[in-house]
């Protein structure tokens, strides 16, 4: 059994994350209002109002166990070991949502709550992963849960689920910018796909940004971890020229488009012309209108100039 906890300042997020895995299931929950991400969401907004001094409020804690453990882990079993998890590490009288989570070998649930308890007050986070170790190792002993081998083989566990963290966001963040033509909506997509982002304001300045920060199912990585192109300012730079070279692209096919029109426009004038009719010089002035009435008129009269002959 491991403990990651992680604060935040985002329940929607968290929400949209925890209950947005294929097959999730709430296993509790109290205070909050379900049926939607919005719903729960605003349900936390709404206790935390209590006490804005609290800038991160939302409590993520994931409880993993290990795959020798599943035939025991029942939902009932599941959901008793994390409230007792809860009331040892004194997160009590306050909003909470237990969801489980079916999508990896090791069975796991993810607990939100809110660090804004029912009266106002904040939960303490002192020493709260000191605190977690001696409360899962009692845990573990209480259930006979399974131990890993040795502390080197825990670690590679957490090393292994980082970087496979690192590497969801990497690959998130990259299709966020393909997408996106600004900050509001590389944030949105990125929400979607179940990222928080955080950004790092300079010091007596909340105008100027420094850097930006990535959190995925509690695990925190900075924008120069995930990749030299991922810092606040290689990220800024390229959603700034997203749109303009969107433009410069329509721009330039709008250009090549014009020589071909006006070639497919002479190549059809050409064609009319090689297949227009002669004119019947209808409308034209220097060209009479042939009338066979008139024409009969003037034969006759020179047949009669020709039989008088010249007058004398």
Known sequence: ???????????????????GKD????????????GSVANIADSFEYQRGLNPRCSKPVGHIALSFKP????????????KIAREYMELMGIRDT?????????????????????????????????????????????????????SDSKGQTRTERLH?????KFEIQNAVKTALKWAKNWQQFTDRLKQLGIEVEFKKRRGNDD??????FIKDGVRFKGSQIGRQFTYAKLNERLANNEPKQTANQGQAR????????????????????FSFPSLGLFDTNNPVYDPAEEEFRRRMQRKKKKRGPRL
Do not use: W
Request: aromatic share 8%; charged share 30%; glycine share 6%.
């Open 1 to 19: 059994m491991i403990a990651k906890i992680v604060k935040g300042a985002s329940f929607r997020g968290c929400v949209q994350y925890v209950t």
């Open 23 to 34: 097959n999730a299931t709430v296993l509790a929950s109290d205070g909050v209002l379900l």
């Open 208 to 213: 100027v940004i420094e850097g930006i920060t």
């Open 161 to 165: 689920y980082t970087e496979r963290t």
């Open 255 to 274: 250009q090549n488009e014009q020589p071909r029109q006006e070639a497919i426009q002479e190549q059809y004038s050409n064609r009319e012309s090689s």
């Open 95 to 147: 909003q909470f949502l237990l969801v489980r989570h079916h999508n990896t070998a090791n069975p796991h649930c993810h607990l939100v709550f809110n660090r804004v308890d029912n009266n106002g007050k904040i939960i303490s986070d002192k020493f709260e992963r000191r605190r977690s170790e001696k409360v899962v190792k009692q845990l573990k002993d209480k259930y006979g849960l399974t131990y």
């Open 68 to 79: 020798e453990d599943r035939d025991k882990l029942t939902d009932g079993m599941m959901t």
